[in-house]
């Protein structure tokens, strides 16, 4: 039976060294006066890098003030159709955990922790939140699915149960459709397919904000049109909002920013503004890297130090969360996924 996990090898590579002698410099000498001036312009030069390291000691220092301390990168994805919410954390360096978070009893489940990158906007969770499909990158990976795939595992896990090679990180995820969705995936290197999964994987379609729109987000009015967005849809500044539920479209989120619509550029890790909109009156969620409605209308919110929190849906966050969860305290724990995650 052909490996369900990624086999990484490291080659060596014989290095040699060669040694090169050392020319001598030729001595010169200087005259009394030309080394008196030569001791003059160093003074004055040694002085000038002084107080030029200072100055950007200084303004190293009052940036550093400036920006909060950061914390993992964290994602989340709300099953349409139970109480659960798969989280996806990245850091510390190049590790990756999956999550679960149950709603109804308010508890965190720590599962896999993986050593190389998820792509969370091209992930999915089935509606019943038993399935995590994934879009994954693990260099050095030695089976059949290569170093670039997407797969499907059972949260919060990801051992692949199923998995198909995508040759780079420049493709499409998979997302869970009704049956006989269109876009259908062709039979997997990895695995199979349960009989109930079978017709209700498709290839996702390049959007911003692709998880967010499958589950209820609505592009802004003011969102330039898809035509203008290229053909990866990176090329626009989108906009999303989604009401609360049954608030009556009088309280809403709102979501903005390249990294919130992507989750995969790095140099734009605090572009990701979100607002709460109540009675068409919008508010700034300062420290908020996500955040998404439960079925019952609480707001979950991720947090810029890598905390999830539960709050009341009708205001914005305070200090006191129904429930919260410190993910940049954990540190990485890899281990097998348990028996009942190896099968269907």
Not at 151 to 169: D, K, Y
Not at 181 to 191: D, K, R, Y
Not at 330 to 339: D, R
């Amino acid at each position: 039976m052909p490996s369900t996990e990624p086999v990484v090898t490291t080659k060596r590579t014989d290095v040699t060294k060669k040694k090169t002698a050392a020319k001598k410099k030729p001595v010169v000498k200087k005259t009394a006066a030309k080394r008196a001036t030569n001791t003059s312009v160093a003074k004055k030069t040694t002085t000038k890098k002084s107080t030029s390291k200072k100055s950007t000691i200084k303004r190293a220092a009052t940036k550093a003030a400036a920006v909060p301390p950061q914390g993992p990168r964290v994602f989340g994805i709300v099953a349409t159709g139970a109480p659960v919410v798969a989280i996806i954390r990245r850091g510390p360096s190049d590790w990756c955990q999956v999550a679960r978070l149950h709603l109804d009893t308010q508890s965190f489940e720590s599962g896999a922790w993986f050593r190389g990158r998820l792509f969370p906007q091209k992930c999915d969770l089935s509606p019943d939140g038993r399935w995590l499909a994934y879009s994954a990158e693990k260099i050095g990976a030695e089976w059949a699915a290569g170093e670039t795939y997407n797969a499907v595992s059972r949260l919060p896990w990801l051992h692949a149960l199923a998995a198909w090679e995508t040759g780079t990180t420049n493709t499409r995820g998979i997302h869970f459709v009704e049956r006989g969705g269109s876009f259908q995936l062709e039979h997997p290197v990895i695995g199979d397919l349960s009989p109930f999964l079978k017709g209700r994987l498709a290839l996702t379609e390049p959007l911003q904000f692709a998880v967010e729109q499958r589950r209820g987000w609505k592009e802004s009015p003011t969102s330039p049109p898809r035509s203008k967005g290229g053909p990866w849809d990176e090329k626009r500044a989108a906009s999303i909002e989604k009401a609360r539920p049954g608030s009556e479209n009088t309280i809403a989120l709102r979501a903005a920013g390249s990294f919130a619509a992507f989750r995969s550029l790095p140099t734009e890790q605090h572009e990701a503004d979100y607002e709460l909109v109540v009675d068409g009156k919008s508010t700034l969620l300062p420290g908020v890297q996500w955040a998404d409605w439960s079925p019952t209308g609480q707001l979950i919110v991720a947090t810029d130090l890598g905390a999830i929190e539960l709050h009341d849906g009708d205001r914005a966050p305070t200090d006191s969360p129904l429930f919260c969860v410190e993910l940049a305290k954990m540190k990485p724990y890899p281990a097998a996924a348990p028996p009942e995650a190896r099968r269907w």
